[in-house]
T-cell receptor, first 115, second 120 residues
Framework: AQKVTQAQTEISVVEKEDVTLDCVYE???????LFWYKQPPSGELVFLIR??????QNEISGRYSWNFQKSTSSFNFTITASQVVDSAVYFC????????????FGQGTELSVKP | DARVTQTPRHKVTEMGQEVTMRCQPI?????VFWYRQTMMQGLELLAY????????DSGMPKDRFSAEMPDATLATLKIQPSEPRDSAVYFC??????????????????FGAGSRLTVL
């Protein structure tokens, strides 16, 4: 069965600190995709990144970076030098190819960045 | 930027009333999803369509919820009769799914702004 676990319910940091949001997934498929979405206080869900199961290269985009490790079934997200605007709920999600592309979300991690 | 449009943005109704939420997916997207977000359950998948055909609605309470795509530009989620426990934010999302050989095979879902439903 497919499952996504975000063990950290809430994280609070001070601006400029680095912070890592953890994501662990379960799947029996060999072809799958992992996602991160951001939900700011305004409520919409904003796509951040997609990774497929064949590509374990880490990715960096500005202050954001993602570490995908199949050996530990993890897809962690790090924000470097956090800013107040990073305050949001972050969701990790899994899509199995044989499930027609539907996303299964983790419970989300609420990040609060204080000035 | 192309957007998924949801209406209404906010709805307050009384228990027992019918509620219809509408979604206009992005033109050219062939999959449409309905999710519900609550504090207790997080983001739950209710139903989804590909090329307007329902693929999975196992997440919906069948006795009161129904989802349809009367055409490629409109998806609807109806609750009849509504109950207080249906209070939530309902998100519509659309994306493109292609067979693995012909493309990524994966949806990058674009979400609408959500419809916040309050049932009194």
């Amino acid at each position: 069965a497919q499952k996504v676990t975000q063990a950290q319910t809430e994280i609070s940091v001070v601006e400029k600190e680095d912070v890592t949001l953890d994501c662990v997934y379960e799947t029996r498929d060999t072809t799958y995709y992992l996602f991160w979405y951001k939900q700011p206080p305004s409520g919409e869900l904003v796509f951040l990144i997609r990774r497929n199961s064949f590509d374990e290269q880490n990715e960096i985009s500005g202050r954001y970076s993602w570490n995908f490790q199949k050996s530990t079934s993890s897809f962690n997200f790090t924000i470097t030098a956090s800013q107040v605007v990073d305050s949001a709920v972050y969701f990790c999600a899994l899509s199995e190819y044989n499930q027609g592309g539907k996303l299964i979300f983790g419970q989300g991690t609420e990040l609060s960045v204080k000035p | 930027d192309a957007r998924v449009t949801q209406t209404p943005r906010h709805k307050v109704t009384e228990m027992g009333q019918e509620v219809t939420m509408r979604c206009q997916p992005i033109l050219g997207h062939n999959t449409v999803f309905w999710y519900r977000q609550t504090m207790m359950q997080g983001l739950e998948l209710l139903a989804y369509f590909r090329n307007r055909a329902p693929l999975d609605d196992s997440g919906m309470p069948k006795d009161r919820f129904s989802a349809e795509m009367p055409d490629a530009t409109l998806a609807t989620l109806k609750i009849q009769p509504s109950e207080p426990r249906d209070s939530a934010v309902y998100f519509c999302a659309s994306g493109v799914w292609t067979p693995l050989g012909g493309g990524s095979g994966a949806n990058v879902l674009t979400f609408g702004a959500g419809s916040r439903l309050t049932v009194l």
